[in-house]
């Protein structure tokens, strides 16, 4: 049996592009997607950005939901800490009452922006320094009617997020590091790693995951998913083109530029220094590109070496053709298709 395939969005910008052509453009990879067999499309949470329009994701994964029928649709993930974890609770019941037995909460830890967003975010400096992902996990779930609840006298004990006839989603946990994967092995949960941008951490966080999990109600056995950043084409030729858009993305935030998602052609005429150009051939290691076959083939490799379950596509292309199109290529070779 082939992999499952499933799509990582962060919902880029291209330079060419505005923010509402990427949302629709979102949603027409979505329907494609479902159609090809893929099993869950995730979106990623990112703020104060102009390349990526992914910031307000329940709303966005209700906008794909609607315009799907069978593919999972989920949060990859929500940043807990930007939150309060009620709010969280509540957006997530609705989205699962609308849509049932589709809807996935993937939760990190990460800020997922700058510091200086992540205080506008949170109201607090307390908050930035504050590291306690576990505690707010445990609110939210009892927040939901779900977990071990509140203990009596807790300030909480009678605050719920309603729907008391709807479960919380799935929660996955997210990472780039060992801690998540220890977390989601404790706790009995799916796993998501985030290889597109700490390769080098992955093989001891999966295998942390796969060693440490204990069964739970919810998942008996671990389910980890690998994070991937790829770039598909035709020809090896345009798949290297097309992958220079992720060599110049890496470059500018090694630098703290922000921008939209270049073009093949404004990456080609950037005028890289030395530096510039080791970080985009470092960018490479994150990155596996070519022909159908190539990619495939490497990362069922990758695959295996980590022992992943499930393999989630991010695919960072400035045309919306051409990433459509590595989509389908790729549930081609993959045979989901």
Same mark, same amino acid.
């Given at each position: 049996?082939?992999?499952?395939?499933?799509?990582?969005?962060?919902?880029?910008?291209?330079?060419?592009?505005?923010?509402?052509?990427?949302?629709?453009?979102?949603?027409?990879?979505?329907r494609?997607?479902?159609?090809?067999?893929?099993?869950?499309?995730?979106?990623?949470?990112?703020?104060s950005?102009d390349?990526?329009?992914?910031?307000?994701?329940?709303?966005?994964?209700?906008?794909?939901?609607?315009?799907? #029928? %069978?593919?999972?649709? *989920?949060?990859?993930? +929500?940043? =807990? !800490?930007n939150?309060?974890? &009620?709010?969280?609770?509540?957006?997530?019941?609705?989205?699962?009452?609308?849509?049932?037995?589709?809807?996935?909460?993937?939760?990190?830890?990460?800020?997922g922006?700058?510091?200086?967003?992540?205080?506008?975010?949170?109201?607090?400096?307390?908050?930035?320094?504050?590291?306690?992902f576990?505690?707010?996990?445990?609110?939210?779930?009892?927040?939901?009617?779900?977990?071990?609840?509140?203990?009596?006298g807790?300030?909480? #004990? %009678?605050?719920s997020a *309603?729907?008391?006839? +709807?479960? =919380? !989603?799935?929660?996955?946990? &997210?990472?780039?590091?060992?801690?998540?994967?220890?977390?989601?092995?404790?706790?009995?949960?799916?796993?998501?790693?985030?290889?597109?941008?700490?390769?080098?951490?992955?093989?001891?966080?999966?295998?942390a995951?796969?060693?440490?999990?204990?069964?739970?109600?919810?998942?008996?056995?671990?389910?980890?998913?690998?994070?991937?950043?790829?770039?598909?084409?035709?020809t090896e030729?345009?798949?290297?083109?097309?992958a220079?858009?992720?060599?110049?993305?890496w470059?500018r935030?090694?630098?703290?530029?922000?921008?939209?998602?270049?073009?093949?052609?404004?990456a080609?005429?950037?005028?890289y220094?030395?530096?510039?150009?080791?970080?985009?051939?470092?960018?490479?290691?994150?990155?596996?590109?070519?022909?159908p076959?190539?990619?495939?083939?490497?990362?069922?490799?990758?695959?295996?070496?980590?022992?992943?379950?499930?393999?989630?596509i991010?695919?960072h292309?400035?045309?919306p053709?051409?990433?459509?199109?590595?989509?389908e290529?790729?549930?081609?070779?993959?045979?989901?298709?």
């Amino acid at each position: 049996m082939p992999l499952p395939l499933s799509v990582l969005d962060l919902v880029p910008v291209a330079s060419d592009a505005t923010s509402p052509q990427a949302l629709r453009h979102m949603l027409d990879l979505a329907r494609l997607t479902d159609r090809l067999g893929y099993r869950r499309y995730w979106i990623a949470e990112h703020h104060s950005t102009d390349g990526f329009a992914s910031s307000a994701t329940a709303v966005l994964i209700g906008a794909v939901a609607r315009e799907t #029928e %069978r593919i999972r649709v *989920g949060s990859g993930g +929500v940043m =807990l !800490p930007n939150h309060a974890p &009620l709010a969280v609770a509540e957006a997530y019941l609705t989205l699962h009452a609308l849509h049932p037995g589709r809807i996935d909460l993937g939760l990190g830890r990460a800020p997922g922006t700058d510091p200086r967003t992540a205080l506008a975010l949170r109201g607090s400096a307390d908050r930035l320094g504050a590291d306690d992902f576990p505690r707010q996990l445990a609110e939210l779930e009892a927040f939901a009617g779900s977990g071990d609840g509140f203990p009596s006298g807790h300030p909480f #004990e %009678r605050v719920s997020a *309603g729907f008391p006839d +709807v479960d =919380l !989603p799935p929660i996955w946990l &997210l990472g780039s590091s060992t801690f998540g994967a220890q977390l989601a092995a404790a706790q009995g949960r799916g796993f998501a790693f985030a290889h597109h941008f700490s390769p080098d951490h992955a093989p001891a966080a999966m295998r942390a995951y796969r060693t440490g999990f204990r069964p739970s109600a919810g998942m008996e056995a671990p389910h980890a998913i690998l994070a991937v950043s790829v770039v598909c084409a035709e020809t090896e030729e345009r798949a290297d083109e097309l992958a220079r858009t992720h060599d110049l993305l890496w470059v500018r935030l090694r630098k703290g530029e922000r921008g939209p998602l270049p073009t093949p052609k404004e990456a080609a005429a950037y005028p890289y220094t030395a530096a510039d150009r080791e970080a985009a051939e470092a960018s490479r290691r994150m990155l596996i590109w070519g022909t159908p076959d190539t990619v495939r083939d490497r990362l069922n490799d990758l695959a295996t070496t980590l022992q992943a379950d499930e393999l989630m596509i991010a695919s960072h292309v400035a045309s919306p053709q051409e990433r459509l199109r590595g989509y389908e290529l790729l549930a081609e070779a993959f045979g989901t298709a």
